[in-house]
């Protein structure tokens, strides 16, 4: 059965900090596919990044980073320098295809302070 | 902008009583999922349409349920309502076939309140 693991249901950080996300999943298939999401206040979920279970090259966009390794299990999170338009809840999803049905973890609920 | 819009944005309904939520998706996005998300928890699958077909359904009892039309509009139906069904729901779409590579959009999501 698939399963995502948010472990961090709150983080608190002050402007310009670094913040790291966990995200833990577990999956019996061989192919899957990683996502976040940020979901604001207005309830839109906000798409980040999708990762396939293929393609373990570390990504970067600007501030934000994902660290995916097969190894542990694992696409972490990190808002470099964060800001306080960062603060959102942040969901890790895993499916078994692009667009199917996605299991999302519980989320982490970011507050950056000025 | 994401182009996948929900109404209404918020209802309140007493228990026993059904509702009908709606979802606009863009041009060309023939598949649509949506989504129950309760209060501090993650979103949950209900079910997937593709061209107006039923494509997979998650762990939801039957009294829900769902239509896709050939405009790219689908609703999501819940028959005899619980206090439990008080969520956000979110639709969700993306072009073509669900495998097919696409980024998926989701909507701002309607609020059900059951009292």
């Known amino acids: 059965a698939q399963k995502v693991t948010q472990a961090q249901t709150e983080i608190s950080v002050v402007e310009k900090e670094d913040v790291t996300l966990d995200c833990v999943y577990e999956?019996?298939?061989?192919?899957?596919?990683l996502f976040w999401y940020k979901q604001p206040p207005s309830g839109e979920l906000v798409f980040l990044i999708r990762?396939?279970?293929?393609?373990?090259q570390n990504e970067i966009s600007g501030r934000y980073s994902w660290n995916f390794q097969k190894s542990t299990s694992s696409f972490n999170f990190t808002i470099t320098a964060s800001q306080v338009v960062d603060s959102a809840v942040y969901f890790c999803?895993?499916?078994?295809?692009?667009?199917?049905?996605?299991?999302f973890g519980a989320g982490t609920r970011l507050t950056v302070k000025p | 902008e994401t182009g996948v819009t929900q109404s209404p944005t918020h209802l309140i309904k007493t228990r026993g009583q059904q509702v009908t939520l709606r979802c606009s998706s863009q041009?060309?996005?023939?598949?649509v999922s949506w989504y129950q998300q309760a209060l501090g928890q993650g979103p949950q699958f209900i079910f997937q349409?593709?061209?107006?077909?039923?494509?997979g359904r998650g762990n939801f009892p039957p009294r829900f349920s769902g239509l896709q039309f050939p405009n790219y509009s689908s609703e999501l139906n819940v028959n005899a309502l619980e206090l439990d069904d008080s969520a956000l729901y979110l639709c969700?779409?993306?072009?073509?076939?669900?495998?097919?590579?696409?980024?998926?959009?989701f909507g701002e999501g309607s609020w059900l309140t059951v009292v």
């Open positions: 999956t019996r298939d061989t192919t899957y596919y």
């Open positions: 969700a779409s993306s072009l073509e076939r669900p495998d097919s590579g696409n980024t998926i959009y």
């Open positions: 990762r396939n279970s293929f393609d373990e």
């Open positions: 349409y593709y061209r107006e077909e039923e494509n």
């Open positions: 999803a895993l499916s078994e295809s692009v667009g199917g049905d996605m299991r």
């Open positions: 041009s060309g996005h023939n598949t």
